[in-house]
């Protein structure tokens, strides 16, 4: 309101100013006088309350007075109390100094208590609970006195301690490592034993459960053993010998501990990967120096059970870490650590046991191999390879096998007699046909004594073929390999046997100078009773592995094959040495090519090689009929060669008609020797025929019939069909030398000299014959 006022007046006319002073000044005046009115009105009381105070000033002075000297007496008897409250002052604050004190030393007291806590725990190497009062001086106490000194001190020192309780740690493990490395001999050894024990325990519960009397365990590694019911009872029981001993796991052979705790500290201290790494790389290359096999580790079955001891070994340890630490090592790890091991130690053994040259030791390195594949296996790694190996292993094993199957059946070829067995009584015939399944009717009917047509090598052949089967079938088992497996397996190593080994054996047997055409007849004889034995040695396999023949994949044994080509063999040799034979006798011939005449009889060495040959037949009697047939068939065969030779060698310039006349009783001899039919089954002059070149060309000769020789020359029906022309000529360019005096030209020139142009004629057409053969 006041404010639009004082704006009227400053905005009306220039005037309005002026009188609005005006009428203040105005107004002040009238103030003025209403205010010297009531200063009057109130002057009267003012004057009497000044002359109050006048009187009260005089009673105020004595007053100070006496309060001054009360103040003086007051404070002349408080100074003694004054100085007591001093005291007592002094004293509180002594007091509250002290409970001050007692506080902080109540905060530090447990600091330095955890403190000689931590030096005691280092001192007692128990690193894992110092780190955990590290941890608690660090997070709890420290920080409640951190402004003193010595715990600053104390902090400082800390980090000195956890690198010295790392240093100490990381030691301890490497100490762990060098012992866990020596120990994994033993470990390995305990657990293939455990696994060998609870496999022959499996056995004979296996054996036990399918007559019904028992219940099927559940193995464990730990040493006890749970059946499906509950019950308890040891891994052990097979073996009664160690049915008391204790059973040890890894964790009693070697004391983990140093792995745990530095574990816990490297975890502790924040550093775990670092740890794991470094165990990790640690554990590599003691893996790679266990799978270095040792020197000459082929050479003993012992070589070998250190070596898979120490694999085992260290894999169990690092089983026994993988489940324990949660996390230093993972399967992807051990599994790595595996799959490296696998390749390498398959290598080695496919190295080592190529050298192997003892079946026994590669036997008994096959059954290491079983156990320390099922050791393996029931720590869950993947064993296949290991088995596929054994087929490698098995290989090898028959290999060795042959070997030594090929050194006994060359002793007993080299011992064996080469003639049929006697037997004198009954018990000695049932001892033989015990060994060899031999039946033959006609024999058996015969009284004793008497003999059986094989050697004494027949039977023990037989019986070590079977040997050599039951040497087999040793590495099929633990193979975890079906029956039909097994059977199959058996075969093919009794047909490598027959076919290989045997049979190499029967031809070098054959081969050998000092084995005549006797040994060689008994050879044929014994082949043939061992090809007719094949058929129980297939019955002998099915007998072992219950696998009938009749399956469809069952392999066939090839010994009929095997003794059906010695059988030839022996048949060849002996055509050879029936030949060598002759050509003994033929080289002891020594004619008289200049003869007059005849001696009127046989040649001798004609006459006993006929003898021989009548002998040497005889013995043929036992021997198959072809094969004596083909023997006397070739044996005349080459005679005749020998002597169409012999009259036709290029040496001899010259024949008389005598020498020709004494050929023809050798011929004739040898002729009445084929008729005599000294190898039953030929047919009518079959065997004649061998000597039918001779024959033609010696009548030829004999009665000198070149008329009707070279009338009748290339007809089917000629009397001297086989008389070859160029053999005719070459014998009458021996006999027409007129040089000698027996000569048959000589007597020709005696009688008649046209008698010596038809023989220059006969040559002539002779020759020209050749001639036209040859164009």
Not at 166 to 187: N, Y
Not at 475 to 504: A, G, Q
Not at 567 to 587: C, P, S, V
Not at 733 to 755: L, V, W, Y
Request: aromatic share 10%; with cysteine; charged share 25%.
């Amino acid at each position: 309101m006041e404010a639009a006022q004082f704006r009227s007046i400053y905005d009306d006319q220039p005037n309005a100013h002026k009188r609005f002073m005006e009428k203040l000044d105005a107004r002040i005046r009238n103030h003025d006088r209403e205010i010297e009115k009531m200063c009057n009105f109130h002057h009267q009381g003012f004057v009497d309350a000044i002359t109050e105070l006048l009187k009260v000033r005089t009673d105020a002075e004595k007053l100070m007075g006496q309060v001054t000297d009360t103040n003086r007496r007051l404070q002349e008897a408080g100074r003694e109390v004054t100085a007591q409250t001093q005291e007592v002052i002094c004293c509180r604050i002594q007091q509250r100094n002290m409970a001050t004190t007692v506080e902080k030393l109540q905060l530090c007291i447990p600091v330095l208590e955890m403190y000689s806590k931590l030096k005691e725990q280092l001192e007692t190497k128990r690193y894992y609970a110092a780190l955990k009062t590290m941890e608690q001086l660090e997070k709890v106490f420290i920080p409640r006195v951190s402004q003193y000194r010595f715990c600053q001190i104390m902090a400082e020192n800390l980090p000195r301690l956890r690198e010295e309780i790392k240093e100490i740690s990381m030691s301890d493990l490497k100490d762990f490592l060098e012992s866990i490395r020596k120990h994994s001999d033993k470990v390995g050894e305990t657990a293939m034993r455990q696994a060998q024990h609870h496999r022959t325990f499996n056995r004979v519960v296996t054996k036990q459960a399918s007559m019904g009397h028992y219940t099927k365990p559940v193995y464990s590694f730990n040493g006890r053993t749970h059946t499906h019911n509950g019950l308890m009872m040891d891994d052990d029981t097979g073996d009664e010998d160690e049915a008391d001993e204790e059973v040890l796991t890894a964790q009693d052979l070697v004391d983990f501990s140093p792995v745990y705790r530095c574990l816990h500290i490297y975890t502790v201290l924040g550093d775990r990967e670092t740890f794991e790494n470094y165990y990790r790389k640690q554990r590599k290359k003691q893996a790679r120096l266990v799978l270095q096999p040792h020197a000459n580790m082929h050479e003993t079955v012992e070589g070998y059970r250190r070596y898979f001891n120490q694999i085992v070994g260290f894999f169990v340890v690092e089983d026994h870490i993988l489940h324990a630490t949660h996390g230093l090592v993972t399967r992807a790890f051990t599994d790595e650590l595996w799959n490296m091991a696998l390749s390498k130690i398959i290598a080695v053994l496919r190295t080592h046991s190529s050298y192997c040259e003892d079946p026994d030791l590669v036997l008994e390195l096959k059954n290491l191999i079983v156990i320390f594949a099922d050791t393996l296996q029931d720590y869950g790694f993947p064993v296949n390879r290991l088995f596929d190996l054994l087929f490698e292993v098995r290989d090898q094993y028959n290999e060795t096998l042959l070997k030594k199957w090929a050194l006994v059946f060359r002793e007993i070829f080299e011992s064996d007699n080469y003639s049929p067995i006697p037997v004198e009584t009954e018990d000695e015939y049932k001892v033989v046909v015990s060994r060899f399944p031999f039946h033959d009717a006609e024999i058996e009917k015969q009284d004793f004594p008497k003999k059986l047509p094989m050697s004494q090598s027949v039977p023990v052949i037989y019986t070590q073929v079977k040997e050599f089967i039951y040497a087999s079938l040793k590495f099929s088992e633990s193979l975890h390999r079906s029956s039909t497996e097994i059977d199959d397996m058996l075969r093919k190593s009794t047909n490598l046997l027959l076919t290989r080994t045997l049979s190499s054996c029967l031809q070098n047997l054959i081969k050998k100078p000092h084995i005549g055409l006797t040994e060689l007849v008994q050879i044929i004889i014994n082949t043939t009773h061992l090809e007719q034995a094949c058929r129980y040695l297939e019955e002998f396999i099915t007998n072992i592995t219950n696998v009938s023949p009749e399956t469809v994949h069952t392999t066939r044994l090839y010994g009929l094959s095997t003794f059906k080509d010695a059988r030839h063999a022996a048949e060849g040799e002996i055509y050879t040495k029936l030949n060598q034979k002759i050509d003994e006798f033929i080289q002891l011939a020594d004619y008289e090519w200049g003869m007059s005449e005849s001696d009127g009889r046989a040649s001798g060495y004609l006459m006993d090689l006929i003898n021989f040959l009548r002998s040497t037949f005889q013995v043929f009697t036992h021997l198959p009929g072809k094969v004596a047939q083909t023997a006397c068939m070739s044996a005349c065969k080459h005679l005749s060669t020998s002597l169409m030779q012999m009259l036709l060698d290029t040496e001899l310039r010259q024949i008389s008609m005598g020498a020709v006349q004494q050929f023809n009783l050798d011929v004739i001899q040898c002729e009445l020797f084929a008729s005599s039919e000294p190898v039953p089954g030929f047919q009518g002059d079959t065997l004649q025929l061998a000597f039918i070149d001779l024959r033609q060309l010696l009548d030829l000769f004999m009665v000198w019939d070149w008329s009707t020789y070279l009338a009748d020359y290339g007809q089917p029906t000629s009397k001297y069909l086989r008389v070859n022309p160029a053999t005719a000529l070459a014998l009458l360019e021996k006999m027409k030398d007129t040089s000698k005096k027996n000569n048959i030209f000589s007597q020709f020139r005696k009688n008649d000299r046209d008698k010596q142009k038809l023989i220059e004629t006969v040559v002539k057409q002779l020759r020209s014959l050749v001639n036209g053969m040859s164009s």
